[in-house]
């Protein structure tokens, strides 16, 4: 098997813990759904969140949807101007047998036009 990653963004409407949890979780569960990933082939998720964003670390999101046994880190993201605010963003590492290009990057809410080159 081959160490693969895959990529994934969203925002929040709102700083709040409650949109932390539940754009995270639903964010972490569309990347492993819509590539049909098992949680066993994962290795690990780097997480990054702009500096508008205080009410909680997204690893902890995670973690409250079963990612407690995948090393997660998190850090600040560049505050670029014009970049997308209150945007949370994912770097997922998996082993996979799967072709790179085999693999749908996953954008939702504010940040879909992030990389609109990508396949969906």
């Known amino acids: 098997m081959a160490v693969r990653a895959l990529r994934g963004a969203t925002t ?3 700083d709040t813990s409650e949109q932390v949890r539940e754009r995270v979780a639903e964010l972490v569960a569309e990347m492993l759904g819509r590539n049909s990933i098992p949680h066993e082939d994962l290795i690990s998720l780097f997480f990054t969140a ?4 205080n009410s909680m670390f997204p690893a902890t999101a995670a973690r409250a949807v079963g990612m407690g046994d995948v090393p997660l880190l ?5 505050d670029i101007d014009g970049g997308t605010p209150r945007c949370i963003r994912v770097l997922m590492h998996l082993e996979s047998d799967l ?7 996953v954008y939702l809410h504010g940040a879909a036009g992030l990389r609109d080159d990508l396949p969906e």
């Open 12 to 14: 929040l409407d709102a």
């Open 99 to 105: 072709p790179r290009t085999a693999f749908h990057h």
């Open 50 to 53: 702009t500096g508008d964003i």
């Open 74 to 78: 998190c850090a600040q993201e560049l």
